[in-house]
């Protein structure tokens, strides 16, 4: 039967055999360098926490690492040296300016990329054939992502609480928040920018809501 150490060990295994930390590991699969703290492994109550097979699944692509690679590091065996990582499959997202995407044209109904003014960047393979990139710009939403950063949004991709998102208004409106909370009428944001002001809204106010998956920091 698996066990939790087992897989916290594992991905500190993966971390290490790449050079990194765990912290480190994280922020390479585009993932909040916390995922992996000690400090996430246990419940407030102090019960064992798995960490999700979404967190998983973006390590091994991100550092080439075959599941039976990392079955090995589960047993605490070493992996074969002699190995070659495999390298994640590419494929070429859809690529607009954050400051663009309120512009008509750019969006379906449902928050899905559309028109032909899109540029293209190559990507991971991220298992949603409609996520795009969108490149910040400006310090509007410092420290978290500065001019320049790109970051990869799934509409397929659920949206939970304490996820970053990107929401288009009705008034066509773009911004990357923090989802605080999401009622059956409202939705509560807060600024990536400290100097920012939480931001409430009626979901009669909003096009739609799309998960960031990946960040380029």
Sequence with gaps: MLRHDQIWRAIDALAATHGLTPSGLARRAGLDPTTFNRSKR?????????????????????????????????SGEKPALHQEPRQPRQ?????????????????????????????EIPFPEVGDTNAYALEISGD???????????????????????????????????MAKDLLRQSARRIELRSLNPAHELRVLDLAELSWVARIVWASQ
Excluded at 97 to 107: I, S, V
Excluded at 154 to 168: E, F, L, N, Y
Aim: aromatic residues 8%.
């Design 140 to 174: 509007s939403m410092e420290p978290v992502y500065r001019d320049g950063d790109i970051v990869i949004v799934s509409p397929a991709a659920p949206v939970r609480r304490g996820d970053r998102v990107v929401v288009k208004t009705a008034a066509g409106e773009v």
């Design 91 to 119: 494929r070429h997202v859809p690529l607009i300016g954050l400051a663009q995407a309120g512009t008509a044209g750019y969006f379906d109904d449902a928050g899905y990329p559309a028109g032909g003014g899109w540029d």
């Design 42 to 74: 246990l419940t407030r109550d102090g019960r064992a926490r798995w960490p999700s097979t979404e967190s998983i699944a973006k390590i091994l692509a991100a550092t080439g690492t075959g599941l039976d690679v990392f079955t090995t590091l589960l």
